[in-house]
């Protein structure tokens, strides 16, 4: 468990469905950056060398 984190599920707060949780290291597969295309625009992923995590437009 992350620290800070409940053992209970995230919720939505309209439908009150778990929130889907995806974890950095399959969402990466093993690079360090990668794309994500929202509507019309691409979004970079980048994962620094302090292993934050950077979404840049």
């Known amino acids: 468990m992350i620290e800070g984190?409940?053992?209970?599920?995230?919720?939505?707060?309209?439908a009150e469905e778990p929130l889907r949780m995806v974890?950095?290291?399959?969402?990466?597969a093993g690079q360090r950056e990668l794309l994500i295309?929202?509507?019309?625009d691409i979004y970079?992923?980048?994962l620094t060398?302090?292993?934050k995590l950077i979404l840049m437009k």
Do not use: M, V
């Not at 295309?37 to 019309?40: C, D, E, S, T």
């Open 44 to 46: 970079r992923l980048r």
């Open 23 to 28: 974890d950095s290291q399959e969402l990466l």
């Open 5 to 14: 984190q409940s053992s209970t599920p995230a919720t939505a707060s309209k």
């Open 37 to 40: 295309k929202h509507g019309g």
């Open 49 to 51: 060398s302090n292993n």
